[in-house]
């Protein structure tokens, strides 16, 4: 230990006994395309337009809560203009209009961060094979 340590060491404070919460909070509205917009970026929740939610901002997530239950936590991005998607916020969109996940945004992002597998691959494609590209 350096000596200067040993000699400040007496005059220093303890460590709060509690971490500090750096989590801020806002109010929101679900838009029509199923996002909260959260400072400059949107994030995705499985909840219909127009409810109301509650949105606690991290350092590291963005979790959005409705009627004293999460609803949707995200990685927090820190760009600007970004959507946030989960495809699995869309899959009851996605039952009527099974066709629109070949070019959504939700399934970009999704390969881009390597949670759509080849085993999702396979199962598209013999879904596709049985059911048509729609």
Same mark, same amino acid.
């Given at each position: 230990? $350096?000596?200067?340590?040993?000699?400040? &060491?007496?005059?220093?404070?303890?460590?709060? %006994?509690?971490?500090?919460?750096? =989590?801020?909070?806002?109010?929101?509205? /679900?838009? $029509?395309?199923?996002?909260?917009? /959260?400072?400059?970026? *949107?994030?995705?929740?499985?909840?219909?337009? $127009? =409810?109301? /939610?509650?949105? &606690?901002?991290?350092? =590291?997530? /963005?979790?959005?809560?409705? %009627?004293? &239950?999460?609803?949707?936590?995200?990685?927090?991005?820190?760009?600007?203009?970004?959507?946030?998607?989960?495809?699995?916020?869309?899959?009851?969109?996605?039952?009527?209009?099974? +066709?629109?996940?070949? +070019?959504?945004?939700?399934?970009?992002? *999704?390969?881009? %961060? +390597?949670? *759509?597998? %080849?085993?999702?691959?396979?199962? *598209? =494609?013999?879904?596709?094979?049985?059911? +048509?590209?729609?």
């Amino acid at each position: 230990m $350096g000596q200067a340590l040993v000699v400040e &060491r007496p005059q220093l404070l303890p460590l709060p %006994a509690e971490d500090l919460d750096l =989590t801020e909070e806002q109010e929101g509205r /679900v838009d $029509g395309k199923g996002c909260v917009q /959260v400072r400059t970026n *949107w994030y995705s929740t499985p909840l219909p337009p $127009g =409810t109301q /939610v509650r949105v &606690r901002v991290a350092p =590291t997530t /963005v979790s959005i809560w409705q %009627a004293g &239950r999460e609803r949707a936590c995200h990685p927090r991005c820190y760009r600007r203009r970004q959507q946030v998607l989960d495809l699995e916020h869309y899959l009851d969109v996605l039952i009527h209009k099974p +066709g629109a996940l070949a +070019g959504s945004t939700p399934l970009a992002q *999704w390969r881009a %961060a +390597g949670r *759509w597998t %080849a085993a999702h691959d396979q199962l *598209w =494609t013999l879904l596709r094979e049985r059911h +048509g590209p729609q």
